[in-house]
């Protein structure tokens, strides 16, 4: 069984920066991708970024310069370092483990301000 814990969220001003964590309580982490995702009100679910087992990372265009997702194995954690934030980036992120079968966190709120 995979658990997954987030923290990290809060109110930022826009331009400002927030990093989020995922502890995940699982065997063999290193073996697993980890993912953001993120939903705003009224939009479906979105990958935001990717890291492989092998270290590699994808980005959604839209967060592409401005987040950085990072692992340590050592602490079965993933993050993901957000800067420049803007107000479409508020939304729930979520921490998911896996590719095709995914093991979901509860969430954490992220509120940027204008």
């Known amino acids: 069984q995979v658990q997954l814990v987030e923290s990290g969220g809060g109110l930022v001003q826009a331009g400002g920066s927030l990093r989020l964590a995922c502890v995940a309580s699982v065997s063999l982490f290193s073996s697993y991708a980890m993912n953001w995702y993120r939903q705003a009100p009224g939009k479906e679910r979105e990958l935001v970024a990717r890291?492989?087992?092998?270290?590699?990372?994808t980005y959604a265009d839209s967060v592409k310069g401005r987040f950085t997702i990072s692992r340590d194995d050592a602490k079965n954690t993933v993050y993901l370092q957000m800067n420049s934030l803007k107000p479409e980036d508020t939304a729930v992120y979520y921490c998911?483990?896996?590719?095709?079968?995914?093991?979901w966190g509860q969430g954490t709120q992220v509120t940027v301000s204008s």
């Open positions: 998911a483990a896996g590719i095709f079968r995914l093991h």
């Open positions: 890291v492989l087992s092998g270290g590699s990372t």
